[in-house]
């Protein structure tokens, strides 16, 4: 990103995951669409264009709780951390959805209004001071404008140009409209309940979203109390389990992770994190003192966390040392692009 503008860096890995996606997208809109009302046939039929309206309404929601179940499962289980990989595409396309669903429900509740769709939308229904009868297409409209927010700037120009910390700031946007969307479905079957099996649906995404959101920050504090005792410095493995040009990856008591690699006999830490779109450096090989990212190729010095020139992608490191066999780093990183010595191993290490 620091040298060339490439709209969409396309991978084998890219392809699958987005075809994945598609495909669970479109099984779930057609058992919505052609399974679901032979089944639910005892409830009140609805209107076609309704029902489509409603198939794409519950696809952008059961996306947008998967999304939101990724994080925290990774945190969890590092066999999830290949879910995170593009995890931008699927918001992307969790916003196309919705629109899909806001567009069905403009075309059909106001096509033969004289008013224009959207001013209708907002006009319709004032009954703000009762919950029954409480305008939830609001909600859904404030949920519809942060997705299509987000989706507009997941590009890297977006990261580059805004800085991470605003991008960010931005992108955490995704909560208060996963919240906004909960009252806009719970308000909407309310006020036009149709078969418990979809409540139980719209019910248990945000009960799973919050208890895997917990149990994710549970599980951190656990491991950050095991770190050593000893200065504050981390445990991070035996010397006898280093392989030469690998890395042995472990969590900092701020959540982050480090990487701790084996180079021609010595030791360098660095952030485990890419610069480019957090790939695990860790899961990388080194050539030439260089690791290289799995995920889109972007390389960096272990011994000082820069990209070679003229690159100028950076990532914290970390100091190390040897406590008998043990090897600890220090769980405060030092600056982006900060070099530090290797350490070397013992002359008996492998």
């Not at 084998?12 to 058992?31: R, T």
């Not at 509740?109 to 001013?119: C, M, N, Q, T």
């Not at 656990?222 to 035996?238: E, F, Q, S, Y």
């Not at 390389?299 to 190390?320: C, H």
Request: with cysteine; proline share 8%; aromatic share 12%.
């Amino acid at each position: 990103m620091s040298v060339k503008y490439i709209p969409v860096q396309w991978n084998p890995n890219k392809w699958f995951y987005d075809g994945i996606m598609l495909v669970g997208v479109f099984v779930f809109l057609w058992v919505f669409l052609e399974i679901a009302p032979g089944v639910l046939s005892h409830e009140r039929p609805i209107n076609p264009q309704i029902h489509n309206a409603r198939a794409f309404g519950a696809c952008a929601f059961v996306m947008l709780t998967i999304i939101l179940c990724i994080g925290p499962l990774a945190r969890l289980d590092r066999r999830f951390l290949p879910l995170l990989y593009n995890r931008r595409h699927f918001g992307v396309m969790t916003a196309a959805v919705a629109l899909t669903h806001a567009n069905y429900v403009l075309g059909w509740y106001f096509a033969f209004s004289h008013i224009p769709p959207l001013e209708g939308l907002l006009s319709a229904n004032q009954s703000y001071f009762q919950v029954a009868g409480f305008p939830f297409e609001l909600l859904g409209l404030f949920s519809l404008i942060c997705l299509l927010l987000l989706a507009v700037t997941s590009h890297d120009f977006w990261l580059k140009f805004l800085t991470a910390p605003v991008w960010k700031r931005i992108h955490f946007l995704i909560y208060p409209a996963y919240a906004a969307l909960v009252g806009h479905v719970a308000l909407g079957i309310l006020q036009d309940q149709q078969t418990h099996m979809v409540s139980a649906l719209f019910i248990g995404g945000p009960v799973l979203v919050c208890v895997l959101h917990l149990l994710a920050v549970v599980h951190g504090r656990v491991k950050a109390d095991r770190i050593a005792k000893g200065h504050g410095w981390l445990a991070v493995a035996n010397v006898a389990e280093m392989q030469e040009g690998r890395a042995k990856i472990a969590r900092l008591p701020d959540g982050n992770r480090v990487a701790v690699f084996l180079h021609e006999g010595k030791l360098s830490a660095i952030s485990n994190a890419c610069a480019h779109q957090n790939g695990p450096l860790g899961e990388g090989r080194i050539v030439d003192c260089l690791v290289t990212c799995p995920w889109h190729g972007f390389q960096y010095d272990v011994r000082t966390g820069q990209s070679p020139a003229p690159f100028t992608e950076r990532v914290p490191t970390f100091a190390v040392r040897l406590n008998g066999k043990i090897i600890e780093v220090d769980p405060t990183p030092n600056p982006p692009g900060t070099p530090v010595k290797p350490v070397p191993l013992p002359e008996a290490a492998p």
